[in-house]
């Protein structure tokens, strides 16, 4: 497996980053740099990573809600060691795959309906359906 690059590392970080309330508060350490580095190291792509950083950030799933601090508790847990907790990992990651697979879905325009829109009955009528 090779060894995990300052770019891929620093890309998971950034990601993360921007997604906290005050992203400027936040600071890259040792123990965050290792953090990535292991998990990068188990396996897990750069691409994997902020897929799940996405996925629990954007989704309205029930787990990535929870995670934001949709729970009994009302309290976040978007830190790192958190969203990527080894147990834990291997489904959330896979989770956020399917999710962003059904974004990419989504976001193509279909074939008999290459701009997008939806004209209703009348634009359907138009297009022979």
Known sequence: MPKPTPIEVQFIWET?????????LCRFT???????KARL????SATDLVALVRYMTESNDSLPRWMRGDNP????YMDLDNLFRVGQLGKRVEAALIWI??????STPDASNP???ELGP???FGRGS
């Open 16 to 24: 993360w980053r921007q997604t906290r309330p005050r992203p400027n």
């Open 73 to 76: 508790r009302k309290k976040s």
């Open 41 to 44: 190291e188990l396996g897990y």
């Open 101 to 106: 697979e059904e974004l990419e879905k989504q």
């Open 30 to 36: 040792k123990d965050r740099d290792k953090l990535i």
């Open 122 to 124: 009348m634009g359907r």
């Open 115 to 117: 701009c997008g829109t």
